[in-house]
């Protein structure tokens, strides 16, 4: 028998008390929008919601029509069901609180509205990363402070990924879950549980066109990779980059394999090019709770303290012995 999102949240907040109900409410409300980018995503050039909107981000980077749709279909479906104190999204400058006609909950929403946007046109998988904080303080007002928590703090994280499948992925602390998208049905069925990443690999992602830019431990590692069976590895890998962190993260999280963003000496004083709280965080939770990694070559991803909303991080995550193999590459140095 087919179980929905809805009776596996349930099940986690009833049989095993990991989910308070309020919680439950909002992820099947993230889950509903996704939906509805789902089938935005899917109409494609038919939906007039190809191409750039002319506006940038407050990454400096350019916004596709798409970006913007999927932001706000999550601002829409969030803001008023009471379950939210704030949201923050990669594609706004500030936090954007729960109006004052709506009920205050004591969540926190971030999320990155559609990851990979750049292979909108070429039809590429592309997707929504989620993740979901407490407020600190209940009593008080909620400012930008409030986001500004690591990662060991979330009480779920997820995200859709829009390809061949809609596909939600999703932990909230027990491991990590599928679900599928039934259209007929109209809703996400669970269809697979406790995803486990396997702790060895033969597959690399990272984008070779940027070597020359790369740190020390960064070549060190992909130059033995690419050695192959006469290499210090003794076995050949693959190399795979889709461009889009969250295929390369599902792909990973379907068959093992290492994904890497590091920093690079295009932009020293810049950290890395992900975000933490929008892409690394949720995205490092679920590779944890599938028995994988992720650093930022220093030190767990979740460990990191915030100090900006917009805080950019290297990040190299996936199998286990593949992302400690990268980072003791680091601290050697």
């Known amino acids: 028998m087919s179980v929905s999102l809805t009776r596996y949240l ?17 992820l099947e409300v993230v889950a509903r929008a996704c939906k509805s980018i789902s089938h935005a995503v899917n109409k494609g050039a038919l939906g007039e919601v190809m191409g750039t909107a002319g506006s940038e981000n407050i990454q400096g980077e350019v916004q596709k029509k798409l970006d913007i749709i999927a ?12 379950h939210l104190a704030a949201m923050a999204s990669e594609e706004m400058d500030s936090i954007h609180v729960v109006p004052n006609r709506y009920p205050q909950g004591e969540y926190l929403l971030m999320f990155d509205p559609l990851d990979g946007s750049s292979n909108i ?3 590429v998988s592309i997707g929504t990363i989620f993740s979901v904080l407490k407020k600190v303080d209940p009593s008080k007002g909620v400012s930008e402070d409030d986001f500004l928590q690591p990662g ?20 909230v602390g027990d491991g990590v879950a599928m679900f599928t998208l039934d259209r007929e049905q109209g809703s996400f069925v669970l269809t697979q549980e406790n995803v486990k990443v396997p702790e060895d690999t033969k597959e690399f992602a990272i984008n070779m066109s940027n070597m020359r830019h790369w740190d020390e431990p960064v070549k060190r590692y992909i130059d033995e990779c690419l050695q192959g069976e006469e290499g210090p ?5 693959n190399m795979r980059w889709i461009a889009s962190m969250v295929a390369d993260v599902h792909r990973i999280l379907t068959r093992g394999g290492v994904f890497m963003y590091p920093w690079d000496k295009r932009e020293p004083g810049k950290a890395g090019k992900l975000r933490l709280m929008y892409e690394a965080n949720p995205m490092s939770w679920l590779i944890e709770q599938a028995g994988g990694a992720a650093t930022n070559g220093q030190q767990r991803i979740l460990d990191i303290q915030p100090t900006q909303l917009h805080q950019r991080v290297s990040v190299i995550l996936g199998s286990k012995n593949e992302v400690d193999r990268v980072t003791s590459y680091h601290t050697q140095k």
């Open 10 to 26: 349930v099940e986690q907040q009833r049989a095993k008390g990991l989910i308070p109900s309020e919680l439950r409410l909002l």
């Open 71 to 82: 932001n706000d279909v999550l601002i829409e479906a969030n803001e008023w069901g009471g």
């Open 121 to 123: 046109e070429v039809n």
């Open 152 to 171: 060991t703090q979330q009480v779920a994280a997820g995200y859709c990924v829009y390809g061949p499948q809609t596909t939600l992925v999703l932990t």
């Open 233 to 237: 590895r003794g076995k050949n890998f």
